[in-house]
């Protein structure tokens, strides 16, 4: 679908639109059940979707510094790759300000991925690991 709506046919852009969203809606569940703290079902975090090539051939996902808004990309793999994807971004949006500075402090000392970015990652592996348990 990814590739029609890039391709600039409408319906495949409604119809990624509408996957993305129950994707998103089962996803959150999904980590609100298994890592309560990092989802609040009655308090969703902001979450936006960018469609560019750009974003979904380099980035999945991406968590804005300033207001910790998590962007995703329209065009995810799987949808284990969404519920990764998500549960890495729902940490640095919870981080906050403080916390994403030093996570990217960190990462830069490290010359790539510092202890918190492990963290985060390692923690986001194990709810997918979870979602593959139960999904067999």
């Known amino acids: 679908m990814m590739k029609s709506c890039q391709a600039g046919i409408a319906a495949?852009?409604?119809?990624?639109?509408?996957?993305?969203?129950e994707q998103l809606d089962a996803a959150l569940r999904f980590i609100a059940r298994v890592a309560p703290d990092l989802?609040?079902?009655?308090?969703?975090?902001?979450?936006?979707?960018?469609?560019?090539?750009e974003f979904w051939t380099e980035k999945h996902g991406?968590?804005?510094?300033?207001?910790?808004?998590?962007?995703?990309?329209?065009g995810y793999n799987r949808y284990p790759d969404l519920v990764n994807t998500l549960a890495h971004e729902l940490?640095?949006?919870q981080d906050g300000i403080t916390g994403r500075a030093q996570t990217l402090y960190q990462d830069t000392v490290a010359g790539g991925v510092g202890e918190r970015h492990q963290q985060i990652y390692d923690r986001a592996?194990?709810?997918?690991?979870?979602?593959?348990?139960?999904?067999?």
Do not use: M
């Not at 975090?45 to 090539?53: D, H, M, V, Y």
């Open 62 to 74: 991406e968590t804005s510094f300033a207001t910790g808004t998590v962007t995703l990309s329209r």
């Open 39 to 53: 989802v609040d079902l009655n308090d969703p975090p902001k979450i936006e979707w960018n469609g560019s090539l």
């Open 125 to 136: 592996d194990r709810i997918t690991e979870q979602y593959f348990k139960e999904n067999p």
């Open 91 to 93: 940490q640095h949006s």
């Open 12 to 21: 495949a852009c409604v119809n990624l639109e509408k996957v993305n969203a």
